[in-house]
């Protein structure tokens, strides 16, 4: 993963088409960044959120160690962001299109794989129902492997002060 | 393995989960904004439709059925939805985490999709085995995806369209998926009865 800054127009240039996201920097460690996501899900995020028991423990754990574990670690420059900033992060679409197929379809494809084995190979259901299940075990952690290697992590865009109403959005960075 | 062929194209294309039953609407007219959201979101809930349906045949067979609980079918079949959603959001998290704080928020969205738990209910009435049951909800799910896909990716370029602005935005969206089902009446005599 490339360090520090990219401006807009670099990003516009290399034709780079990015998923944004806000996060806050929670901790600086040498130069490395702690970032914590500004919107991890979706609970809390609805008309109900007051009334919400699973969003005030989401509030309760956002902060402090809890928080901290959450947080992800992404290497940047730390000169140039401070603890408290909140910044906009960027990831490429194929990256992301990537992740999805190796993190949903790999795991799905070994899970039902295995089970047409069983089926084919005269097991009973209750047979074929351990054989899925254990497809599936494999399957994660195929795809666990699979996307460590290929793992491409978040870039560093802009403060998210910078430019207003960037969250969430796909967008091409111009 | 020619019968279970049939079975996916029956379930993907023929009945069409979206465009044929009409389940899960929500999601298709929410997340089909863009192709890459869509592609998402179309897998996380073939994940979880799969997972569901083999799940949900274990409960019916296995306690259900066999000590005459059917009226706690549908109450129990929502427990294993949203069990398999978190099982799912776990998972991710752990395989995935760019994946997960990216795409994170659809997966609460897809314990309410009315299409899983429509694929389980469906599921029971059809009768089958334990993994005819996984192919039919895996099939189904399959043709939400391309739904999903093929409908994000008109929608990305009737944003670029010169759509009149009485019909810019939602209108546009469900003519289109109107012309779109039309298209997959097509499928109807693909399988002969």
Not at chain 1, 19 to 37: D, F, N, T
Not at chain 1, 67 to 72: D, N, S
Not at chain 2, 37 to 62: D, K, N, Q, R, Y
Request: glycine share 10%.
């Amino acid at each position: 993963m490339s360090q520090g800054y990219h401006s807009p127009a670099e990003n516009y240039d290399r034709g780079l088409r990015l998923v944004e996201a806000e996060a806050r920097v929670v901790a600086i460690e040498g130069q490395v960044a702690w970032l914590q996501p500004e919107h991890r899900s979706g609970c809390g995020a609805c008309a109900s959120a007051s009334l919400c028991g699973a969003a005030t423990l989401a509030r309760a754990a956002g902060g402090g160690r809890a928080g901290r574990l959450a947080a992800r670690c992404v290497p940047v420059a730390a000169d140039r962001l401070a603890v408290g900033d909140r910044i906009v992060v960027g990831l490429r679409d194929d990256a992301l299109a990537r992740a999805a197929l190796t993190a949903y379809a790999l795991p799905l494809a070994v899970m039902l794989g295995a089970a047409l084995l069983a089926e084919m190979a005269g097991a009973g259901e209750s047979m074929t129902a351990v054989a899925m299940a254990g497809g599936l075990a494999a399957g994660l952690a195929l795809a666990r492997w699979a996307g460590a290697r290929a793992a491409e992590g978040p870039r560093v865009l802009r403060h998210a002060s910078a430019l207003s109403g960037s969250t969430g959005n796909q967008e091409r960075v111009a | 393995m020619n019968e279970y062929l049939l079975l996916l194209l029956s379930t993907a294309l023929i009945n069409n989960v979206v465009l044929v039953k009409f389940l899960g609407l929500c999601p298709t007219m929410g997340v089909s904004k863009s192709v890459d959201a869509a592609l998402g979101m179309g897998l996380a809930t073939t994940f979880v439709i799969t997972l569901a349906a083999a799940a949900s045949w274990m409960l019916e067979h296995w306690l259900l059925a066999p000590f005459d609980l059917g009226f706690l079918r549908i109450l129990s079949f929502i427990l294993v939805i949203a069990a398999a959603v978190q099982f799912t959001e776990m998972a991710i998290r752990k395989t995935s985490p760019a994946l997960y704080e990216s795409l994170g928020i659809y997966l609460p969205l897809i314990t309410t999709n009315c299409a899983v738990l429509g694929v389980a209910l469906l599921n029971v009435q059809q009768g089958y085995g334990f993994v005819k049951s996984v192919l039919f909800g895996f099939g189904s799910a399959l043709g939400f995806t391309i739904v999903l896909l093929i409908f994000a990716g008109l929608r990305e370029r009737l944003a670029l369209a010169g759509v009149p602005a009485a019909f810019s935005g939602a209108p546009a969206a469900f003519i289109t998926i109107s012309l779109l089902s039309l298209a997959f009446m097509g499928f109807s005599g693909l399988i002969p009865a």
